[in-house]
């Protein structure tokens, strides 16, 4: 029973976006194998940005101890910059903003998003990482602003 609600669950769910993520960084965090992985991520919308995530992964001496296998915490840290001559594309330019990235971070429901929020007032790019999760939301979050104006 719980099996058919689950993949229903999953296929409710928005398609992610096919961004991608390339590991950059490995920090060796204690002798039992838990890391901060430090990824790179150019925003599929906007070129000339360049998001750095990073985030703890547990390592198996910590999994087999905690009792949970299939789940990292949710804590991430983001820094964004401009790495190249910026061109916006179509983006959402509402107050929601759009997905720029999403990850999983457990085995189902609970992902690591990075959101951005275009400040048109302001010209400046938002980019907000935060967990995603079905039963509690998650006040862990990160942000970072990337400025559009010339000096």
Sequence with gaps: MI?????ALCLALPAPQVTWAEQVGNVDVDWI?????IEAIADPEVAGVTCHVAYFERGLIDRISKGNWFEDPSNASIACRQTGPITIGEIDRSDEGEDVFNERRSIVLKSLRIKRIFDETNQTLIYVAHARELTDG??????STVPLYQP
């Design 3 to 7: 099996r058919p609600l689950v993949a």
């Design 33 to 37: 194998g838990n890391d901060i992985i």
């Design 138 to 143: 998650s006040a862990k979050m990160a942000i």
